[in-house]
């Protein structure tokens, strides 16, 4: 079975990548499984290039296929902000709530019409030293006026997708996983590693 290694020490994420790469005959293991491993710093101005970057330095130090991922809140009132800075919108060390928080304080007042956002995830994928390959997903809706639901993370309870009734904060990880952002793009992904032999 082949190993694929996942550039994150993020417990809610690998939750999700490790549900929706089920199906695919590999082991999926996490940065915690390498004490020691220092964190990357996401330094870069996309989320390509952080995702790539998280992906090589993974790899680099333990020779291991990897797969990186950054995703941003591209919130259209805001120019697509806060974008890459979506987990540090609040400052360096911030929460998901405090993030959160910001935001429905920078948006008080705007009609929901205007409050249009989408989340957008782009996962890498670095088999070697020479070699990477990157797919996208994006899920669209709207910012709600306050948090709705206890379930997800980051920005998920102030997020409502296009066409649904619950926040993804509201939702089943189940059904979030058939319609979010990293969702499609680790569908992305694994329609790619089938095609080259994973």
């Not at 928080?101 to 782009?122: I, W």
Request: charged content about 25%.
């Amino acid at each position: 079975m082949k190993r694929l290694l996942f550039a994150s020490n993020n417990p809610d994420k690998a939750t999700e990548v490790r549900d929706l790469l089920s199906d695919l005959q590999v082991t999926i293991s996490v940065l915690g499984d390498f004490p020691g491993f220092p964190p990357t710093v996401e330094d870069a101005d996309t989320l390509e290039g952080n995702a790539i970057k998280k992906a090589r330095e993974a790899f680099h130090r333990t020779g291991i296929p990897a797969i990186g991922d950054d995703t941003g809140l591209e919130v259209y009132y805001l120019n697509d902000r806060p974008g890459v800075y979506s987990s540090r919108f609040a400052g360096a060390g911030a929460t998901y709530a405090d993030n959160c928080t910001k935001l429905l304080r920078v948006l008080r007042g705007v009609p929901p019409r205007r409050r249009a956002a989408q989340f957008r995830c782009v996962v890498a994928f670095v088999p070697d030293e020479r070699r990477h390959h990157c797919v996208e997903g994006i899920c669209r809706g709207v910012i709600l006026e306050s948090p709705r639901g206890p379930n997800g993370f980051g920005y998920d309870p102030v997020f409502l997708p296009d066409g649904y009734t619950q926040s993804f904060g509201e939702m089943d990880l189940k059904i979030k996983n058939t319609l979010s952002h990293r969702a499609r793009a680790l569908v992305a992904l694994k329609e790619y590693l089938r095609s080259i032999g994973w």
